[in-house]
């Protein structure tokens, strides 16, 4: 088994500061670009995760109108 080191998926970053050590667990398609910059990654990472939340709601708001027009149509059948 080989390590694909040009494109990992994922990357293991750790931080020093003062006495603290921390070890953190990043997705390789984060770490690109970014290189050692925690605040890029964070902020990438908010970045996706608002516009999976945008794109929830989205679908939700969809799903709600088609159900209501199925509803219409349902309600239209009977009055005739």
């Keep these: 088994m080989k390590a694909d080191l040009k494109n990992p998926d994922l990357v293991l970053l750790p931080t020093v500061l003062k006495n ?4 953190s667990v990043v997705e390789g398609e984060l770490w690109k670009g970014k290189k050692f910059n925690l605040e890029q990654i964070a902020m990438e990472t908010r ?13 939700a708001k ?10 219409k149509e349902t309600t239209e059948e009977v009055k005739e």
């Design 20 to 23: 603290c050590y921390a070890l």
């Design 62 to 71: 969809k799903k709600e109108e088609e159900e209501e027009e199925g509803t």
């Design 47 to 59: 970045r996706r995760k608002g516009m999976e939340e945008d794109q929830a709601k989205a679908d």
